[in-house]
């Protein structure tokens, strides 16, 4: 990322001079010729409420989405997904061992507490769990635990009231993006209150402020009018909680709500042709994979098995079973993407790969060289046992397309004459078997992953330690070029080791790709200026409501 | 009396106790939560530590102890994903939302069902009372997630937000969803009425009632009905209990916060804590309305005398 921080430091006072609250009125009465009214409330419904407000607990797809609206981080995105300034205004490399944030002056959180060097010192305790003691709080258990997955993180330090330098023990290309993307908390008002109190009254910097949150039915926000961007052009909004998509729908005909979310890919044509609703959509970071049990013996509790799925010749053919195209097609209606990389098509540093073609008869023939016989209408592996893969998924967590999907994936694997097993379970019987390391030699796995960070890192890193979706963890060449991406320090140079790593990841084939995802949005005329980003969290500043 | 309710209460204790360990023990051997607090990315060591934070890695036997000493305090913990008393989150949406659902629901469902059931009743055969049946029997078998939408689409798309689709807070938020949820039991209750109705009818003192001259509406509401109330009551206490622990599909349907929905999202998280103070509610919610059954049946039928 240091590619974007060369030429962004250099544009970075424009930048920030246009995204200065002068450039947009908060009081304006009209946008591109059209009256709006800056009083009016914008209600957006959305599929579940948030359990916390607290950043530290975790940023998944629902929290992001009410977190993000009051809390702010160093670095913002904009609306193609890209890093621009958000509360730091510049970061760079001091070196091959630091990293420097210049801040942004002049902001404040919603009680008035200041911005500041010691405010970034205080999250950073936080987030790398130090000195809580000092600080009196209490520790939390936390989405990501920073001290473990980012270990060479050492110190920090005030450089000034508006600096902060960052030292690692080795060189880390995307230290901006993980700490940089993590959501800042106000330091007087945590120390004071307890980290409860983010929870129940979260205070942030950001272009909203809580006023009123009612679990599991809303939470309404008002305009942060000291705002030192670029301000929603509406005063109040308020977030909706409709779990059932035909309820959405509904209540957008309606007009009681002005938009809507997570539109079903089957409704998002027919609501398109009503001249009432705009239909919006963005690539999400959110990858769907079928993961095969590819460990060995000696790292879950096998049994004394490899898993079945050790062989990437036996993992690429079942990439070449599936139907990919087919799957956006007819089930998603087109609005998924097919993508044969490990990473979002939306991060920093993806590169586009070739995709898996659709060939029955060649995962036929990969089966085979890797051993495996066929016999009887099924197969027998190369150790002479009958193959039957056993896949668990987690029915109606990740939606019905979702649940439509597997079952699809399941049949064309059933083509070339592998006998599949399916296990509906709820999620975290899913999550106790990953957890456990239960799942079985012949297991097999379909879950969705997504991510806060913007760079390809937080996606290439799934298969280094042993975690809950590492199934098949990067042989010893890969791991050697994963660790030289992660230490480069060259733009150039580390985008082609990206590349490269992508590359040899594609043909190595850890899990099935299936689907990344495309959100949904459903307004009424009214709103204007919506565009939906490809992060997890909608972004409302800039959007107006026609008087 | 006195004794029937202090027996009474001592078995109520018992009673939830009994729900509230099955409970404890039941959530817990499906696992933990430890995974659902942390990434997708998460090491053994990282799941560990959040473990370590919910005090799950104690003996289970020494969380036990301590959860019977802070039950009687109204103590059920700390929810797990909202991190606030478990107890406090579950009476927040107990109470009014989830009471007031409830509590319409029931009277739509009883207020409608005697006259209705009276009718069908006192016209055996005849299109009033095939109409009511047939009703009854719509309303009986109509799925209430299809009826939810169905009337959403009416009363507030093409009558042109007429009613709110979705929410609570005010009187105008509580029609759709109370009329929903009172549809079943209100077809079931006209079904008891009029089959209650119809063989009271035929007994000896209604005859002789008749005999004596009184009106028509006085021997079914004042004679002929209490008889036939005693299976209302029954059904209706059962089928409150079953509202006042919530109604998921209406309250998913209508995005109604009630308690349903909160304890049915909490059980594939593993929130143990709101779990368990859901069915400590649920179990008190059921107990007391068995009591107050039995009392009522006292009032209705002074045959009936309580040991």
Redesign the interface.
Known sequence: MTHWTASMLCALTGLTLALAPAAVDAQARALDGVAIDPDAELVV?LADDT??M?PR??MGSIRSNYIRQVFESLVDVDSQGKPVPGLALAWKPVGDLAWEFSLRRGVTFHDGEPFNAEVVLFNLDRMFRRNLDRWGIK???????FE??FPFVSRWEKVDDYTVRVHTSEPSATLWDFIGREPLVPRAWTTKHGV?AL??RPIGTGPWKLVEW?????MSFERWERYWGNPPLYKRMRF?????A??RI??L?????GLIEAVPPLDADVLKAEPKVQVSTAVQKLVCRLYLNGRPRDKYDSGGKDGLFTDARVRMAFNLAVNKEAIVRKIFNGYARVNASPVASVSFGYAPQEPYAYDPRKAKALLMEAGWKESGGGWIDRNGEPVNVSLLFPAKHYGQAFDEMTTAVVEMIKEIGVPVTVKPV????Q??V??KGTLAPNGAFT?C?TSNALDADDFL??WT??????WAPYPPELLALFTASRRELDPAKRLKLLADLQRQVRDWAPVVSLYQEVKIYAATARVLRFTPIPELNMDFRGVALRK | MRRFLLRRLLHALFVVWGVVTVVFFLVRL??D???????????????A??RH??GLDRPMWVQYVEFLGSVPRGDFGT?I????PAMR?VL??FWPATAELALASLVLSTVLAVPLGVVSATHRDRAPDHLSRLGSLFLQSMPS?WLG?ML??LF??HLG?LL?????GSWRHLVLPAVTLAAAPLAQNVRLVRSGLLEVLQQDYVRTARAKGLGEGLVIYRHALRNAAIPVITVTGLSLGFMLSGAIIIE????W?GLG??VVQAV???DFPVIQAGVFVFAVIFVALNVLVDLLYTVVDPRVRLP
């Open positions: 419904a359990n916390n607290d607990i975790g520790d939390v258990a936390a989405g990501t635990s473990k997955v409860e929870n129940e009612k679990r599991k039915d809303h909706q909680t409709i779990p059932e035909a309820a509904a209540a005909r309606a007009g009681q709500v709820d999620f975290g019987t999550l106790q990953l957890q879950a992953r890193r799934d330690a042993f975690t809950l979706i590492n | 499906t696992g939560p430890s995974a659902f607090l942390v990434d997708q990315t998460a090491t053994q060591a990282e799941i530590h959040a934070l919910l929810s994903r909202d991190r606030r989150m927040e949406h997630f939408l959403i689409l507030a798309v937000g709110p689709a979705y929410g609570a998913t349907v209508f995005s916060p929905r909160l594939p998280a593993r």
